[in-house]
């Protein structure tokens, strides 16, 4: 169980302003629970709180099975927030998702409850939780790039920014056209090609914040995520795939990539077998984990638990104060 936490004020939560929760860590590791059990335990103590998704791919209506989003019949009564909230052929853009998720916060701050920012996606989190700013788009630019990406593919133009930009290049997958073409539209309009620009000192967006981090692990939780994967396909991962295949998800920007999804279609063309597809999403799955883990470290003054084993009522009280959790450095996008 990991049980380090940073520096906490020890206070009572039981009164005053309105807070913002972020329940954050690697997929598998239990934040869903957790989150629901922490909004019952601050309703126990007169504070009513509500649920924002921050799981980029939870924000696509119909991608059920393979993001683990939990039903409606089991939110136990709470309102829930960004779920389903785009089509499988929509982009979901941190830049909109900063701006949507800060409004859907505030509106609940209006009505006098907590929010609680739940889910793994780092970049997503980071965006409502610091002072993050974002560079300007060149439409123009970025269709002459894509135009690019479509004819000479991922390679040409991951070579262009690896010479260009060393570390930007570092920290992309030189298979992800579309953060390639992203950084070449930054790095080209003069801007900084990480996605997102945080101060020296990052800030809070709002000074009562409490970030309670998941972990599991690491021995313990590959095999938590292998038989996940293996569930999801049991549980007819396929099915729902096809499904959204005749709603355009080949034509998804995001959706399209996400992992499972891309593998299940994959399997449905046949270009995979059940088995490599599997595999496959397994793989990527304990990659993406390792990345989350890396990512969420560099907050300071979070409160890590293992979701399964704490009592979300000992949480009120016991993490960090206002102006304390703020990520030391920049991560890679999620």
Known sequence: MTTASGPGTGVS?????????AVVGATGTGKTGLSLDLAAALAAR??????VNVD???????????????PETERRGIPH?????LAVTEEAAVAW???VARHTI???????????LVGGSGLYASSVLFDFRFPPRDEGLRAILEDELERHGAGHLFARLRAADPEAADRIDPRNGRRIVRALEVLTSGGQTHGGALPEAPVLWMPRTRIIGTAVPRDELVPL??????????AGLLDEVEALRRQGLERGVTAGRAIGYAQALAQLRGDLSEDEAIAETQALTRRYARRQVSW???????????????????LIGAVAGPGEAAPRSEGEEQ
């Not at 927030?81 to 909230?85: E, G, I, R, V």
């Not at 969420?296 to 000992?314: G, I, N, P, Q, T």
Request: proline content about 3%.
């Open 97 to 99: 998702y900063q701006e």
């Open 13 to 21: 939560e039981a009164a005053g302003a309105p807070i913002l929760w």
């Open 296 to 314: 969420f470290k560099r907050y300071e003054s979070v409160r890590w638990v293992d979701a399964r084993e704490v009592d979300a009522a000992s």
């Open 56 to 70: 980029a791919m939870q924000l696509y209506r119909g991608m059920d099975i393979g993001t683990a989003k939990l």
């Open 106 to 116: 505030a509106a609940i701050h209006g009505r006098g409850a907590d929010a609680i």
């Open 225 to 234: 995520l292998d038989v996940r994967v293996e569930r999801m396909w049991a």
């Open 46 to 51: 007169g504070r009513p709180a509500e649920v």
């Open 81 to 85: 927030h960004l779920f389903d909230a």
